[in-house]
């Protein structure tokens, strides 16, 4: 039966394994927070009620609940020696830069644990990144000392970007599953801008296909990996944020690199997908009292948004049929834009030219 582990105490500290700087410690507030929404998110993709083998959730706060300091060194601290706590590669590397007690004490939280679990649950192997491998050996080394018994470790590649970086919840140009956090969008385009050399290890990593299944989609689209990309990006989408979200994403995507997108279009957007439009093109803010009474096109164009330099220029692009609102074209520079032409009451899609577009939020 698996058991998902989450940090309740070890998220107050943060690990240091392979950091070259001290982390930033949270509130409780917002750690809180955090893990309800990772409990969220364990519930939604391996299930926790109704499953044949069904995950248990265990928060490693109840483990450090009723301990205090002194019990703590004794019973936790005397485990491990320093020697041992020092030879670990993910302590080795911030010796130099130099490490606090508070980070340098995560390994022991983490190996008491192993032995907390391994006592309560009977859990005999722990899987986790390769970079926790050091950790999770400090596990087993409490399990053996102190009980007696044998655990086990099995750990599995991280995910790198280009450069050797992790992409982890602490690391800068992550994506997450949490669809506040990385739109259903982005998500879809993370993986849609993969790099070419990535393909592989991530269709490898991310799908359920079997090894002849993979090859064979290799094989077929090693000319265009750009259809490779897609497939992964749609199975991916699917299974974190379900089919109704990768058809919205799919609207979005047709709206913002289909020139040949109308009205139709633009209108079957819901507002959150029209939301996720604002956020990828160049957009403004502008006070909805300006549209209850109606406002001149030139002054939306070059005053209360920067999408013209001038009225000028804004007349000029009229002139030449370049201007667009809400897919219907502009043919007069004394036309005035109303509050009804809001989509969902908030939104407006500008375009100058086949390649400008830009979003108006009203507020």
């Known amino acids: 039966q698996p058991i998902a582990l989450v940090g309740g105490a070890t998220g107050r500290i943060g690990d240091p394994s392979f950091k070259d700087k001290e982390r930033s410690l949270k509130s409780h507030e917002e750690l809180e927070a955090n893990l309800a929404r990772v409990k969220k998110q364990l519930e939604q993709y391996v299930g926790m009620e109704g499953a044949v083998h069904p995950v248990i959730l265990v928060n490693n706060h109840d483990f450090y609940r009723n301990m205090n300091v002194l019990d703590f ?51 005999i192997l722990q899987m986790g990144g390769s970079d ?4 999770i050996t400090s596990g087993t080394e409490f399990i053996r000392r102190n009980l007696g018994g044998k655990a086990y470790s099995v750990t599995t590649p991280l995910l790198t970007k280009a450069d050797g970086t992790k992409f982890g919840k602490s ?11 990385t739109s259903p969008y982005q998500f879809y385009q993370f993986w849609i801008n993969a790099a070419d050399a990535d393909l592989p290890k991530f269709i490898r990593y991310f799908t359920f296909k079997s090894r002849e299944e ?22 991916l989408t699917v299974r974190i944020h ?30 959150k997908s029209l939301g996720a439009v604002a956020r990828e093109i160049p957009s403004f803010e502008v006070p909805m009292a300006v549209f209850q009474s109606g406002v ?41 834009v109303e509050i009804a032409s809001l989509l969902h009451g908030k ?6 030219g086949k390649k400008n577009k830009y979003m108006v939020t009203a507020v």
């Open 242 to 271: 379900g089919e109704e979200n990768y058809e919205a994403v799919k609207k979005v995507s047709n709206l913002l690199f289909n020139n040949r997108a109308g009205q139709e279009d633009l209108q079957s957007l819901d507002a």
């Open 73 to 123: 060194l004794r019973d936790v601290g005397k485990t491990l020696t320093v020697n041992y706590m020092m030879s670990k590669d993910s302590v080795k590397t911030r010796l130099e830069t130099g490490i606090s007690f508070t980070e340098f004490s995560y390994q022991l939280l983490q190996g008491y644990d192993f032995q907390c679990l391994y006592q309560q649950y009977n859990c």
């Open 171 to 181: 690391e800068q140009g992550n994506i997450w599953l949490d669809g506040d956090m």
């Open 214 to 235: 993979v090859e064979a989609m290799e094989a077929e689209h090693a000319d265009d990996p750009r259809e490779l990309k897609r497939l992964l990006a749609e199975e």
């Open 132 to 135: 926790q491998w050091g950790n």
């Open 347 to 352: 939104y407006l899609m500008i375009e100058n």
């Open 296 to 336: 001149n096109i030139l002054d939306l164009l070059a005053d209360h948004t920067d999408i013209t330099a001038s009225k000028g220029d804004a007349r000029r692009a009229i002139k030449g049929q370049a201007v667009s609102v809400n897919k219907e074209k502009i043919n007069d520079h004394d036309a005035t």
